[in-house]
C-alpha cells in the first residue's frame, strides 16, 4: 500500500492545482477590446480650426474663444483670429 502514496500526492497537487486555476480564472478581470474610442463631449463655444504651427502640424485643432475675439488652440495655445 505504501507504494501508491507518491501517487496520491501527485494526485493531490494536481487537484490543488486545478483548484487554483478555477479560483484565479474565475476572478480574472474581464477581457476589455483594446483601441476603444473614448467619446467626450465637446467644451461649450469652441471651433475646429486650422493651426500651422509646428507642433500642432497644421492639422485641425479645438480651439477656445478668448475675450478679444481670438481662438486659442487647445492644442499648443497659439491665438489666432480666428478667420481660418
Ligand atoms: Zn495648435
Redesign the pocket.
Known sequence: MSEVYPYLGALLALGAMAVTWAARLAHAPRHQAPNVAKFTAPEPGTRWLA?H?T??AHMT?RHRPAADGTWT?T????TTGGEA
Do not use: L, N, V
Open positions: 493651426c504651427t507642433r500642432c485643432t488652440c492644442g499648443c495655445g497659439t
